[in-house]
């Protein structure tokens, strides 16, 4: 059984506070001539039927990108989870992939792989994973999850829960282990952001 790309919503998650980058928006950066966000929608898109963006600020910016703009349901930048929400209650398909705008190289396999990791396992949420001097070390934000965990998700935020591995604790998950560590690399800090752009230089 594998799921078609058709069922699968992606979703680009920049509804960060982006503390740790002094406050900016960090879907906003520029990476190579281009913002952070619009680097992982290009690279998400050709990996699903259809594409959004999770953005708490500048969203005529976020929109400007050609696909739909949804802010966090929960106030107060309840972190990935309330990213996810949103992303599932505006999902008119059955399964959401979901990005950080921070990691633009990620690989261009990685729905692929997920979907039928999740598909094989029949689980609920297949989730990324890297393998750095032989740990193996989870990816939460790239993560597959069925839609229909919609009602989960809310009673779980609702209660005031914020953390991502406690809530997919919960449900039948799959990890996809990736053998490039590099292509995860995300920038949190302008340091970083740096770092990233060296790497990446044409």
């Given at each position: 059984m594998t799921i078609a790309i058709d069922d699968i919503t992606g979703l680009v998650l920049?509804?960060?506070?982006?503390?740790?980058?002094g406050g900016v928006d960090k879907g906003l950066q520029m990476h190579l001539g281009m913002p952070l966000a619009l680097h992982a929608l290009l690279r998400?898109?050709?990996q699903v039927g259809r594409a959004m963006v999770n953005a708490n600020r500048n969203l005529a910016a976020y929109e400007s990108m050609g696909v739909p703009v949804w802010p966090d349901p929960i106030e107060d930048y309840a972190g990935p989870l309330a990213g996810w929400l949103a992303g599932i209650e505006h999902c008119e398909t059955p399964y959401l992939v979901t990005v950080p705008c921070?990691?633009?190289?990620?690989?261009t396999d990685l729905v692929?792989?997920?979907a039928t990791a999740l598909a094989k396992a029949d689980a609920e949420i297949a989730m990324a994973a890297t393998r750095e001097e032989g740990v193996v070390r989870r990816q939460p934000v790239?993560?597959?999850?069925?839609?229909?965990?919609l009602e989960s998700l809310v009673a779980y935020l609702h209660a005031g829960?914020?953390?991502v591995d406690r809530?997919?604790?919960r449900h039948r998950c799959v990890e996809v282990v990736f053998d490039d560590a590099a292509a995860f690399f995300n920038a949190n800090t302008l340091a970083e952001l740096q770092q990233l752009q060296q790497q990446?230089?044409?």
């Open positions: 920049a509804g960060g506070r982006g503390s740790r980058m998400l898109q050709p921070d990691t633009p190289g990620f690989p692929a792989r997920l790239f993560c597959l999850l069925r839609a229909s965990l829960e914020r953390k809530w997919t604790a990446q230089q044409p």
